[in-house]
T-cell receptor
Framework: DSGVTQTPKHLITATGQRVTLRCSPR?????VYWYQQSLDQGLQFLIQYYNGEERAKGNILERFSAQQFPDLHSELNLSSLELGDSALYFC?????????????FGAGTRLSVL | AQSVTQPDIHITVSEGASLELRCNYS??????LFWYVQSPGQGLQLLLK??????LVQGIKGFEAEFKRSQSSFNLRKPSVHWSDAAEYFC?????????????FGTGTRLTIIP
């Protein structure tokens, strides 16, 4: 158990809909990262938050947004869903201190868009 | 931009045989290097990491990896694989400067173990 909790585990929805994925980081970790794993794109970094502030952005679509709350949990919002958004979405957290810190991954949320 | 190459998409080895998974990175300086493993339906678990110092690093589950600066490689090895090692393995890098901490992953190598 990594200590990172993601809910829900599975999500099935229809095109055009909006969903929210939730992540609770390990106790004491200030950074939260979101990654997308799909068959055609592999594992791609989406966005990072550090202590409530956006720190880095990757290949995140405009239809997607995220935030980190004062209690440090994070949510990834996906809207106007398309079939191609079907993927496994991972959250990871790491303690403060820079790029050398280990990122601990949650078990992921599998999103299926029908 | 940094990149990670795992040239082997799929490797099959016999149980008890040795294993080497290849990883090459492209980056101007020495990045932080990681190997993660993903079992079916599971998240990513860290096997080992290299930041600096001794170029041969030991990880969990009997895995080790060797950093070779001259070859820009960070290959993962295990002397004797077990059936439970069947999984997908990802090499990843992080740039070493604070504030740019995203993991860049390779495409992964799927490991199959045969009896």
């Amino acid at each position: 158990d990594s200590g990172v909790t993601q809910t829900p585990k599975h999500l099935i929805t229809a095109t055009g809909q909006r969903v929210t994925l939730r992540c609770s980081p390990r106790s004491g970790d200030l950074s939260v990262y979101w990654y997308q794993q799909s068959l055609d794109q592999g594992l791609q970094f989406l966005i990072q938050y550090y202590n409530g502030e956006e720190r880095a952005k990757g290949n995140i679509l405009e239809r997607f947004s995220a935030q980190q709350f004062p209690d440090l949990h994070s949510e990834l919002n996906l809207s106007s869903l398309e079939l191609g958004d079907s993927a496994l979405y991972f959250c990871a957290s790491s303690p403060p201190g820079g790029g050398g810190n280990i990122q601990y991954f949650g078990a992921g949320t599998r999103l299926s868009v029908l | 931009a940094q990149s990670v190459t795992q040239p082997d998409i799929h490797i099959t080895v016999s149980e008890g045989a040795s294993l080497e998974l290849r990883c090459n990175y492209s980056y101007g300086a020495t990045p932080y290097l990681f190997w993660y493993v993903q079992s079916p339906g599971q998240g990513l678990q860290l096997l080992l990491k290299y930041f600096s110092g001794d170029t041969l690093v030991q990880g969990i589950k009997g895995f080790e990896a060797e950093f070779k600066r001259s070859q820009s490689s960070f290959n993962l090895r295990k002397p004797s694989v077990h059936w439970s090692d069947a999984a997908e393995y990802f090499c990843a890098v992080v740039r070493s400067n604070f504030g740019n901490e995203k993991l860049t992953f390779g495409t992964g190598t799927r490991l199959t173990i045969i009896p």
